[in-house]
């Protein structure tokens, strides 16, 4: 079963924007986290979320949490060419033990 | 401090022949996780192991696919009589706990190829 679905399917960008990604999900979480991924590569953990966080930060990124609505933001700020990757949301779909990752947002950052 | 080690990193198989793929966890690591990723998709959840132990295989085909994490060595995640719709990359992912409640680390992921 697919949990996450992200939001916009694809982006693009140039330099110095701000990327904001969306993701959303169907059953209850203890927690979500996002993922990213550079083509062809494996992924790289970006940032965990709680069920009772609304807001993290880490770096040039910012994540929400709502869950009342069941959604999250990813937030890029001062973009880079970098950053260029597909980013997945993922949660722990009905408090199992395992990740259940969205379909991705394909960022492109244009220098 | 090596992270989850994935090989072969690129596998070309014939249809009909086997596909193994083995995923070294991240150093004291006894939880693993295997994910297929279709191109232009996500990932997809296939199997859970700690270590001699299946947790969850809700995501694993019933028919040609095997995984193990035996007390020694790497886990094996194995694909027999593999078919065209095989073709995906295979991402193995490790945890020192249980529980989706931790970050878990991913290998590079393995690249079968079916022709």
């Known amino acids: 079963s697919q949990q996450g679905e992200e939001d916009p399917q694809a982006l693009s960008i140039q330099e110095g924007e701000n990327a904001t990604m969306n993701c959303s999900y169907k059953?209850?979480?203890?927690?979500l986290q996002w993922y990213r991924q550079n083509s062809g590569r494996g992924l790289v953990h970006l940032i965990l979320?709680?069920?009772?966080?609304r807001e993290k930060h880490s770096g040039r990124l910012r994540v929400t949490l709502d869950t009342s609505k069941k959604s999250s933001s990813l937030l890029i700020t001062a973009s880079r060419a970098a950053d260029t990757a597909s980013y997945f949301c993922?949660?722990?779909?009905?408090?199992?033990?395992?990740?259940?990752f969205g379909t991705g947002t394909r960022l492109q950052v244009f220098p | 401090n090596a992270g989850v080690m994935q090989n072969p990193r690129h596998l070309v198989r014939r249809r009909g022949q086997e596909a193994r793929l083995r995923c070294s966890p991240v150093?004291?690591?006894?939880?693993v996780y295997w994910y297929r990723q279709l191109p232009e998709e996500g990932l997809k959840f296939m199997v859970y192991?700690?270590?001699?132990?299946?947790?969850?295989e809700s995501g694993m085909p019933k028919e040609r696919f095997s995984a193990e994490f035996p007390k020694e060595g790497p886990s094996i995640l194995r694909i027999q009589q593999v078919v065209r719709g095989d073709s995906a990359a295979y991402f193995c992912?490790?945890?020192?706990?249980?529980?989706?409640?931790?970050?878990?680390?991913f290998g590079e992921g393995s690249w079968l190829t079916v022709v």
């Open positions: 979320i709680r069920s009772n966080e």
């Open positions: 150093k004291g690591h006894s939880h």
């Open positions: 192991l700690q270590k001699e132990n299946i947790i969850d």
């Open positions: 059953t209850s979480i203890n927690n």
């Open positions: 993922a949660t722990d779909e009905g408090n199992t033990d395992k990740l259940i």
């Open positions: 992912a490790s945890s020192p706990f249980s529980g989706a409640a931790n970050t878990i680390y």
